[in-house]
């Protein structure tokens, strides 16, 4: 039997707008068996996701050089056959063009049926992507975390079904932002947790459309992207530190506080590191205790009267502007203490690695730390990289 000699396209020597449409074009006069070969510059895997679009499941790619220089693909049209388990589809997001990225993700989200599922594979947490599928196609998927870094993440990404039943415990897991809207509605999410949301509101005769409904604004405000806090007046940044991050240390971290009790009592036998957890949980509780009680009565009422003596044209006490900078160096290295403290965590939980037998008061404890490591460690930057250099500067006009 003859063998067919495999067509290969050379991508660069054709016209930039005719390139995909010859690709397609070729593809479609294959016969089931036969392949072509995609000779590039660099990796055309946005190719790999226009063609699951169009053609749908119906070829191989298979990597032959994966640069530096040049990459050759094998694309071969599929033989059909006896239907067998269906491979997951693995998206390997730092192999796409940045403009590509959530893109191709939401095109093979968009494309798969309920019950399917794939994988996306990349080089940091892509939890912004976790939030702008709640945002723009709603509750119908699963997010399951397979390998959570240092290097590398897995993420396995299903499209719900109606048989789909995740619970209350695995959500708030997932996200603890969402805890807040099963507390509004007195929705038990720790002892309850198992439950679904339709069997917990059918107990307490409530619409689940509602907490559906909450649960969609919570993800739509926590994608609402960043603010170029580097815009703002110094004063107003003072006061924004206030009203949210440190309000965010006076309502989680005694949550906080008293999951690590709990856990570290029920759990600490079998897990060693939730004993110096907890312990740490108490020293980083006293230390932001003191260190937000002192800037909110020292450090922020000094930086107001530097701004306002700035607005006024005038000279601001003496005394401040001589004991402003030991306040901060003093301030400075607080947040030095208490990141190490943090940092400490980390390293203790693996990572907030959460263990195979981890309850959901165990699960939510890790969630809560990580997320309040996230918000400390913007709080820290906000001040020392932003505030406090706002603020040195304008002294320097004072000379």
Request: proline share 5%.
């Amino acid at each position: 039997m003859e063998t067919v000699k495999e067509q290969i396209i050379n991508v660069q020597e054709i016209e930039p707008r005719l390139r995909h449409q010859t690709i397609f074009q070729t593809f479609n006069t294959l016969k089931e068996g036969e392949s072509l070969i995609i000779h590039n510059n660099h990796d055309p895997k946005p190719v790999y996701y226009q063609l699951m679009d169009l053609r749908g499941n119906i070829f191989s790619w298979e990597y032959l050089q994966q640069g530096p220089e040049w990459w050759d693909i094998r694309v071969t049209r599929t033989v059909p056959s006896v239907p067998t388990e269906k491979e997951e589809l693995i998206i390997n997001v730092p192999g796409l063009e940045p403009q590509q990225k959530h893109a191709a993700i939401f095109r093979v989200f968009d494309h798969f049926e309920a019950g399917e599922s794939f994988i996306i594979h990349n080089d940091h947490d892509p939890k912004p992507v976790y939030y702008q599928l709640q945002n723009e196609r709603g509750n119908i998927f699963t997010w399951e975390y397979l390998q959570e870094g240092p290097i590398w993440w897995d993420i396995r990404v299903t499209k719900k079904t109606a048989e789909t039943k995740e619970t209350i415990g695995e959500i708030v897991a997932k996200d603890m932002h969402t805890a807040a809207v099963f507390k509004k509605f007195k929705i038990d999410f720790c002892c309850g947790g198992k439950k679904t949301i339709k069997e917990a509101c059918m107990e307490k005769g409530i619409d689940p459309a509602l907490v559906e409904q909450e649960l969609k604004k919570t993800a739509q405000n926590t994608a609402s992207g960043n603010m170029n806090y580097d815009e703002w007046n110094p004063d107003f940044l003072a006061d924004f530190i206030i009203n949210t991050h440190h309000n965010y240390i006076k309502k989680h971290l005694p949550e906080i506080l008293g999951y690590a009790k709990k856990v570290a009592r029920v759990h600490g036998d079998r897990h060693a590191e939730l004993m110096p957890i907890h312990e740490l949980v108490e020293k980083v509780n006293k230390e932001l205790s003191e260190h937000i009680l002192h800037e909110e009565n020292t450090v922020f009422p000094a930086i107001k009267d530097i701004i306002k003596a700035k607005a006024t044209n005038s000279v601001p006490d003496k005394n401040t502007i001589t004991q402003f900078n030991t306040m901060i160096a003093t301030t400075e290295k607080e947040h030095d203490t208490v990141g190490k403290d943090i940092h400490q965590i980390r390293e203790l939980s693996k990572n907030y690695a959460i263990p195979s037998d981890a309850c959901t008061s165990y699960k939510l404890l890790y969630n809560m730390l990580e997320e309040f490591e996230n918000d400390l460690f913007t709080h820290i930057h906000l001040e020392n990289n932003i505030l406090f250099p706002k603020v040195k500067k304008i002294i320097e006009t004072f000379a």
